[in-house]
């Protein structure tokens, strides 16, 4: 099946992939999401996660941005459920297509010593709620398709 592809490249010039792995972390009925300040949207909400350093694993770099930006330790389902890509411009001007893991999974304890990322701040949201304004299309049909997948029997 083919990877979508969300975004619309706004900028001229190349798009540089970026691998990336965010996480749906479901606690009390309630998922995760973070809100951050974006240079251009003002405060949007996205899953927690971001980019894949090297030698790491999607995985890893899903539960160690659950940490940094959230300060949430996390458990994580071994292989990502759905992947989708993201045109997205940084905060320093700098374009990507983010290439996304999304991983289900669940808290298992927070450490606020793991949280350094002081732009971020950990809400708890219903997760059709989140859905509406989740500010990435990509983190959207994520929580949708996991919705989707935690209501088939």
């Known amino acids: 099946m083919p990877v979508p592809q969300f975004g619309e490249p706004g900028l001229e010039g190349t798009y540089p992939d970026r691998p990336v792995a965010f996480a749906v972390l479901e606690r009390d009925g309630l998922v995760a999401v973070v809100e951050v300040e974006r240079?251009?949207?003002?405060?949007?909400?996205?899953?927690?996660?971001?980019?894949?350093?090297?030698?790491?694993?999607?995985?890893g770099a899903a539960l160690r941005e659950c940490g940094e930006e959230a300060g949430l330790v996390a458990i994580l389902d071994a292989e990502p459920f759905v992947l989708a890509d993201h045109y997205f411009?940084?905060?320093?001007?700098?374009?990507?297509?983010?290439?996304?893991?999304?991983?289900?999974?669940?808290?298992?304890?927070?450490?606020?010593?793991?949280?350094?990322?002081?732009?971020?701040?950990?809400?708890w949201m219903d997760p059709t709620a989140a859905l509406l304004r989740l500010d990435r299309d990509s983190h959207a049909w994520a929580l949708a398709t996991w919705l989707r997948l935690r209501a088939r029997p």
């Open 39 to 59: 240079f251009d949207r003002g405060l949007v909400l996205d899953l927690p996660g971001g980019g894949i350093d090297p030698g790491e694993t999607p995985a």
């Open 89 to 123: 411009l940084h905060g320093d001007l700098t374009v990507r297509n983010s290439r996304g893991s999304f991983f289900a999974g669940r808290v298992a304890g927070e450490d606020p010593a793991l949280k350094i990322e002081d732009d971020h701040k950990l809400l």
